[in-house]
């Protein structure tokens, strides 16, 4: 959704969990006279709040963030009237990028992009435009992720260390669940135990 005011600075919050890049994104952009960083956050959950504190333009977000990560971030803000976010990651993984999209997620870049070209998706986004990154583009859809919401909750615990246990008590379930959800996530990602089984969405962007 395009700006109302197109003539006023581009709002932006900018969440990334690695202190020196967050600081430097921010400095980026701030050298462009059309955009004003008007919060920064090292977590999903200082991400979320600065959101509901400050009615950004636009949110860019890190994917791997302690607490929440950038998708369920997208998905919690999904809907927020006059948000636009733009995920901005080192993996190129296409479960990452479908799931980006699912949440609504106006752009998907790269880290290793110019800085010129993060600027640019902003002002593209604030109109109302999607930017995605084209390494991405042409594979995105090529393997469908298999895990249910719940599957992939569950397998991200268990792939932290997490017990049977420790698991059904975080999600309210029983630990008899927690074992159905876990079998079947092995099952459907063709491994031999939850460990393996967490490492193989993890590194196809399921998790």
């Not at 004003?36 to 991400?47: M, P």
């Amino acid at each position: 959704m395009a700006r109302a005011d197109a003539t006023a600075p581009i709002r932006v919050v900018v969440a990334e969990d690695q202190v020196m890049v967050l600081g430097a994104l921010a400095a980026l952009l701030e050298m462009e006279a059309d955009i004003s960083v008007i919060a920064q956050a090292r977590d999903g959950l200082q991400a979320l709040e600065a959101v509901r504190t400050h009615k950004p333009d636009v949110l860019i977000t890190d994917i791997e963030m302690p607490g929440l990560s950038g998708l369920d971030v997208a998905n919690q803000l999904s809907g927020e009237h006059g948000l636009c976010i733009i995920v901005l990651t080192v993996f190129a993984r296409a479960g990452y990028f479908r799931r980006a999209m699912e949440a609504g997620v106006a752009g998907y870049l790269l880290k290793d992009r110019p800085a010129s070209a993060l600027a640019d998706a902003v002002r593209r986004v604030a109109r109302g435009l999607r930017v995605v990154d084209p390494e991405l583009a042409a594979e995105a859809w090529s393997e469908l992720d298999p895990l249910t919401d719940r599957e992939r909750q569950v397998l991200r615990l268990a792939g932290d260390g997490k017990t049977s246990a420790q698991i059904g008590a975080l999600l309210g379930i029983s630990e008899g669940t927690v074992r159905n959800y876990l079998s079947d996530s092995i099952s459907k990602l063709g491994t031999t135990n939850r460990i393996e089984a967490a490492r193989v969405a993890r590194l196809k962007g399921w998790l």
